[in-house]
């Protein structure tokens, strides 16, 4: 939890990548719900197939959330599983999954 807000908190003071203080991990969690069955539960892969999310950087997965969502990059799941999300759930469980220990 200290570490979550954390970094929350550094990366809301920096504005890096354009994060800013609307983001809040604590949605990031209610949207991660739909990510567990590729990238787990504490974002650890359940398979080789799908990449790690604990502790990449926010910045990183936020760009390629949005690529899916615009079509950029190309995967049926996650294409599908992206438009319902706004940008601040973006931001969130970017948030979430980069604060994972």
């Not at 990548?17 to 974002?43: F, I, T, W």
């Not at 969502?69 to 940008?87: A, H, I, Y």
Request: proline share 4%; charged share 25%.
């Amino acid at each position: 939890m200290w570490r979550k807000a954390w970094c929350f908190l550094v990366v809301s003071a920096w504005g890096v990548g354009g994060l800013d203080a609307m983001a809040g991990p604590g949605n990031g969690a209610k949207v991660a719900e739909q990510c567990v069955s590729c990238h787990g539960a504490r974002g650890i892969s359940s398979g080789p197939l799908w990449p790690n999310l604990k502790g990449q950087r926010a910045e990183y997965m936020i760009k390629q959330l949005k690529d899916f969502k615009r079509g950029v990059r190309r995967d049926p799941m996650m294409t599908l599983l992206v438009q319902s999300l706004t940008e601040e759930d973006m931001r969130d469980v970017s948030l979430y999954f980069s604060g994972l220990e």
